[in-house]
Structure formats: structure tokens, C-alpha cells
């Protein structure tokens, strides 16, 4: 379920000392009902690159990475360290220690993770992005885990770029990046 912006911006993570500079492009509540130690599942999860598209997402990712290659949007120079710094650069002392979990299936890179938020970045010739994955309590007595995607467009085409794909990260790619995750989590507490 798409949440308001409000949802991630008056809670209070450390992200936001980070991210001045950015955007909320959306926020998404993730179907993974656990209880208040069950967050390093979450992590572990989506870090891992458990589950699998669809044949209709698989096809839009595999054409922008396709594209992306051709156009040169992905090379190296385009991305953290070289066209943008990395939010690590800008961690104050207390987060410079925090765990790091590596990622294997996706092109991000972990800038920190706390008891009860996890951020990973990726940057490109069109944007520089932010994943911000948080545990907050369900209104219920347990916890769920929340997604907000930061995003911080490079220049008029990294505008573009996002106007452009918006629609379809609302009505396909987002959508079903929650289902995945929602299939996850329920294998993980069926096992």
C-alpha cells in the first residue's frame, strides 16, 4: 500500500541529516507483519535479492538495463564515487561503525543500518537514489517494515527521466517489488 509522504518525513531517521538535498519520491508500507526484533529478517531479505520478478517487470528491468548500457547511463564514471559522493561521506561518527550489509542481486550500496532503519543508495547518469527501509510499529501491537524511496535527479534529463518512469514504478515496478517481498516474508515465517 502507497502511504503519504508524511508517513517517512515526520518520523524521526537519521536519513533525513543525510538527505537534505533530496526528494521523497514515495513511500510504501511492506506487507511484513513480525514483532520489534524482527527487522535484520528485512534486511537480510532484500539485501539477499530473495524472490524473482514477474515475466512483465523482469521485461522492464531487463530493458532499462539494456538501455542503460547503450546510453552509457550506468557506466562507472556515472555513479557513486565519480558523477555523485557517496551519503557515507556525509555519516557522523556514531553511523560510521553501523553494520553494512552487502547486497548481491541489485546495484546498491549499503550507507547504514540501525536498529530499526537501513539505507542503501545508487547513482547513475539520471539520478542519485536512496532506498530507506524502516520498522514501525502496525497500530497493532506488532511492526511492519516501510520503504521510501529519496531520489535527487541529475539535472533537466534526470527530471525527465523520473517523469517519465513514474507511472510505471507506481503501477508495475513498485507494486511488484511489494508482492516479492510480501511472498518473501511469508516463506520466511513458514519455514
Known amino acids: 500500500m502507497r502511504l503519504a509522504d508524511s508517513a517517512h518525513t515526520e518520523q524521526p531517521w537519521r536519513i533525513h541529516e543525510l538527505t537534505p538535498d533530496f526528494r521523497v519520491e514515495d513511500v510504501w508500507a511492506l506487507p511484513t507483519p513480525g514483532g520489534p526484533e524482527d527487522f535484520g529478517h528485512l534486511v537480510r531479505q532484500m539485501s539477499q535479492g530473495e524472490g524473482r520478478f514477474s515475466g512483465p517487470t ?3 528491468f531487463t530493458l532499462r538495463w539494456k538501455l542503460g548500457r547503450l546510453l552509457g547511463w550506468d557506466r562507472e564514471d556515472q555513479g557513486l564515487g565519480a558523477r555523485v559522493r557517496t551519503l557515507r561521506d556525509r555519516l557522523p561518527a556514531d553511523l560510521l561503525t553501523a553494520p553494512r550489509p ?3 542481486a541489485v546495484p ?3 550507507v ?3 536498529d530499526d532503519e537501513w539505507a542503501a543508495e545508487l ?4 539520478v542519485h537514489t536512496v532506498m530507506h527501509i524502516s520498522w514501525v510499529p502496525d497500530g497493532s501491537g506488532g511492526h511492519r517494515g516501510q520503504m521510501a524511496v529519496l531520489v535527487k535527479p541529475n539535472g533537466r534529463f534526470g527530471r525527465a527521466y523520473m517523469a517519465a518512469i513514474r507511472p510505471l514504478r507506481h503501477h508495475v515496478v513498485d507494486p511488484a517489488l511489494i508482492r516479492m517481498i510480501g511472498r518473501g516474508w511469508q516463506q520466511r515465517s513458514a519455514a
Request: net charge positive.
Open 123 to 126: 547513482a547513475n547518469r539520471t
Open 102 to 104: 552487502g547486497f548481491k
Open 58 to 60: 523482469r521485461t522492464l
Open 112 to 114: 547504514y543500518q540501525t
Open 108 to 110: 546498491f550500496s549499503t
